[in-house]
């Protein structure tokens, strides 16, 4: 399936520089970015992958690299909870994930209508590594009651709708994703996020307390099955190449600072700036080149993608190279400046603090090089 998008998206270098301006002022604090996520809202980047038959753009995973890339040199947690967005909206484009009633009511929220999957809980853990969620819908008449605990919900405080990971109480339990406005009675935000990165993101745990959900309000109600990604594999490809473009703008913001602190730092010895010598210029070549091949690899992924030619294991192999690009290349910057890099005063350390995050998402490094070791294995069995 074909479906190159010829959405252009808005000026991102403008919106980068609006979320980069109070970045700092969140992390410190911890709170919820509203005023980035009204920014993005206001440039029509919430709804960027919103299908053209509903109204929207019809963006695709390319102008979706781009967009989590610029924001996340801004803002990487107004990057996240707007990838979340538009994961589900383009999860809409794909496969129509939601009932297309429920799915109205959601473009029909006023103002930044924040989305996510709610999926992982105290016990479980992430569910990529098996297992059914302790959230439970009960069948009541016409409608579904839901009880349970999500953690790690990204944007908590800011959602305007939950798609709540659940199990039924039937015998046998299906699972789906409930759907549920964020204001419904018997939901309660817990304020448990004390992060080392990300911390603006506002991933708090969301208490369910036989909260009403309408009985048709369900998204993919099955039955489990062992081993399977929530999503499928086109869900599984935007986050990988979507979530590692945003983690490439965190390192391409940390590059961005250190070539300027390398321009203005003149050491009284040297009586020129360090960028004149050239072990700093070999240094931050390494950088540079490392960046521009992890962000290319991404980029054409993403297109191929689009025209539906991205061979299986692609995307997840990209995500492991380009988030270890990513990590690496603000390594080393830190170590390029020694204090000046973790002084809380200068943005490098919180670039530093936030691409580490890149190794939590789904799937982690030691699932991806497993089953790439497997394929791989496979290929080349001898005959039996």
Known sequence: MTTTSLYAPPRLADVTATLAARADEHDRDGSFPVEGVAAVHAAGLLTATVATEFGGPGGGLADTVRILRALGAGDPSVALVTAMTLFTHAAQTRGAAWPEPVYRSLLATPGPALVNTLRVEPDLGT????????????????????????????????LSWMAVWART?????????????????????????????????????????????????????????????????????????????????????????????????????????????????????????????????????????????LPEGHADAAKLFGTRAAITAVEQAVALVGNNGLTRNNPLQRHYRDVLCSRVHTPQDDAITAAAGRTALARVAPDS
């Not at 959230?135 to 405080?157: E, P």
């Not at 945003?246 to 321009?263: E, P, Q, S």
Request: without cysteine; proline residues 6%; charged residues 20%.
């Open 127 to 158: 569910p990529a590594r098996g297992g059914l969620p302790a959230t439970t819908a009960r069948h009541v008449g016409d409608h579904w009651s839901l009880t349970g605990r999500k953690i790690f919900s990204t944007g908590a405080v800011g």
């Open 169 to 309: 109480d039937e015998e046998p339990a299906r699972v789906g994703s409930f759907l549920v406005r964020a204001d419904s009675p018997g939901i309660v935000i817990e304020p448990t996020w004390d992060h080392l990165g990300l911390r603006a993101s506002r991933s708090d745990d969301v208490v369910f307390t036989d909260v009403r959900v309408p009985v048709d309000a369900v998204a993919h109600l099955v039955e489990p099955v062992p081993g399977r990604r929530a999503g499928g594999a086109h869900l599984a490809a935007w986050n990988s190449l979507g979530l590692t473009a945003l983690y490439l703008g965190v390192a391409g913001a940390a590059r961005d600072w250190l070539v300027r602190f390398l321009h203005e730092r003149v050491p009284t010895a040297l009586g020129a700036p360090l960028a004149t010598l050239p072990r700093f210029q070999t240094a931050v070549g390494e950088i540079e080149t490392a960046l521009t091949a992890a962000n290319d690899l991404i980029d054409a992924l993403a297109r191929r993608y689009d025209e539906g030619d």
